[in-house]
């Protein structure tokens, strides 16, 4: 079956450690995103990407980084510049930009600061 | 500066009633707007959307949302609230901006419904 596959699903992180969030698709979407989720906050943009070997910061990219060498692949490394990383953290992938499909999600990866 | 809005952070019904979970928005041009559900520690889910044309969305799960243009809202409803309704709730709209497009997304609206 076509979708996103997050993992891990839990990520414990010590103090001043970067760690890399996976996010794969099969649906051949073009454009990918990664938002953070905090309670009563919403969903929040971190990047996004359009096409490969591009991405573009969103609202609160500070402390984060992504790569998009291949379609299937957008990968989030939480640095430890970020100095509140403890958050629930979703992928999200649409066909193509501007377009009015909607977009898919996966199932989420809950990272923690130990 | 483009926006979506959900101004209840909690609405409570009781089962067999309707209900209503109110979404806004500012957008420039015409809004490609979207309603999303999230059970607990889970992605989010697709429920409906609207593109043009009727102003009445139906979509999954007996959800339908209202767009009015004049208001700027995009209100999800439902005639008759079920138990498992109760979730997460989440109205998106898709903005353009110098680097492209993008998906923005309100707080989002706790439902609970009540047997």
């Known amino acids: 079956d076509g979708g996103i596959t997050q993992s891990p699903k839990y990520l414990f992180r010590k103090e001043g450690q970067n760690v890399t969030l996976s996010c794969e698709q099969n649906?051949?979407?073009?454009?990918m995103y990664w938002y953070r989720q905090d309670p009563g906050q919403g969903l929040r943009l971190i990047y996004y990407?359009?096409?490969?070997?591009?991405?573009q910061k969103g609202d609160i990219a500070e402390g984060y980084s992504v790569s998009r060498e291949k379609k299937e692949s957008f990968p989030l490394t939480v640095t430890s510049a970020q100095k509140n990383p403890t958050a629930f953290y979703l992928c999200?992938?649409?066909?193509?930009?501007?377009?009015?499909?909607?977009?898919?999600f996966g199932q989420g990866t809950r990272l923690t600061v130990v | 500066a483009q926006s979506v809005a959900q101004p209840e952070d909690q609405v409570n019904v009781a089962e067999g009633n309707p209900l209503t979970v109110k979404c806004t928005y500012s957008?420039?041009?015409?809004?490609?707007l979207f309603w999303y559900v999230q059970y607990p520690n889970r992605g989010l889910q697709f429920l409906l959307k609207?593109?043009?044309?009727?102003?009445l969305v139906k979509g999954s799960y007996g959800f339908e949302a209202e767009f009015n243009k004049s208001q700027t809202s995009f209100h999800l409803k439902k005639p008759s609230a079920l138990v498992s309704d109760s979730a997460l709730y989440f109205c998106?709209?898709?903005?353009?901006?110098?680097?492209?497009?993008?998906?923005?997304f309100g707080k989002g609206t706790t439902l609970s419904v009540s047997s």
């Open positions: 609207y593109i043009t044309g009727d102003n």
């Open positions: 999200a992938s649409t066909p193509r930009e501007g377009g009015s499909t909607e977009a898919f």
């Open positions: 957008v420039s041009g015409n809004p490609y």
């Open positions: 649906l051949n979407h073009d454009a």
């Open positions: 998106a709209v898709r903005v353009i901006n110098q680097a492209g497009t993008a998906l923005i």
């Open positions: 990407s359009q096409i490969v070997n591009d991405f």
